[in-house]
């Protein structure tokens, strides 16, 4: 004969506890679910853009070379857009110096990004320097922005060492920094150049000095028919109005030819 064993009292009270626990942990699974689906379907009618967007902000691109901000825009997803070219006082040639959305702007991937690029610094018109000293002239030409390019010197009325012209003239515009010509003038052409064509070079060099004129450079050339050393040609030529002290080039006769 089999007899049962007594359950404990101690075991009942566990068992169905775990029972319980079990029953509570799948009544909150279905309350929790419940509660997601319809946090989802309430989020999709409010807020019907998707909860993780591939829009992102506009880099900024002021102050980078064309092609650098086309690389920048292009690595995020943006295109670019030429928009116009201006000139800028003080972005360098190339550069970017608006843009079109502004930075930290977000958009869509493939968007439009316009910019506008510099055409650098504008020209700047040439001062009128005639009649000034060259000193005074040569600080108007770099307070303007110009560079200094050798002078050039001419016989004129004025007073020697005073500014006859400019080349460019005035009023003509040019990049800041392009040097600019100053004409001097080198005093009243008060001296008529003689003849020297056909003297010995010592001789003509004589006839020269006593009228206040100089040797400049001197050349040769083979002349048929003439020992070496003579004047064959003078430059300026004969007749012309010269300032006291100016040097008259010389081409003499190659001896032996």
Known sequence: MRFRRPTSATTRPRYFATIAGRRFLRQLGIVLGAFLAGY???????????LFSSEHA???????????????????????RLEDQQTDPTVPRGSVIWQDPPP??????NAQVAIIVSEGAPDVPVPDLAGLPRPLAEKVLRAAGFGLAKPDTLPAASEPGTVIQSRPGPGVGRPAGTPVELVISSG?????????????????????????LGVGQTSTRPVAGRPGGIVVEQRPPAGTRSPRGARIDLVLSRAGS
Request: glycine share 8%.
């Open 188 to 212: 009243p052409a008060e001296l008529s150049v003689p003849s020297v064509i056909g003297l010995p070079v010592t001789e003509a060099r004589s006839r020269l000095e006593e009228i206040g």
């Open 58 to 80: 506009v880099p900024r691109v002021l102050d980078l070379g064309a092609t650098e901000a086309r690389v920048k825009l292009e690595a995020q997803g943006f295109r670019l």
């Open 40 to 50: 989802s379907i309430a989020a999709f009618w409010l807020f019907p853009a998707p």
């Open 104 to 109: 930290g702007v977000v958009m869509t991937p």
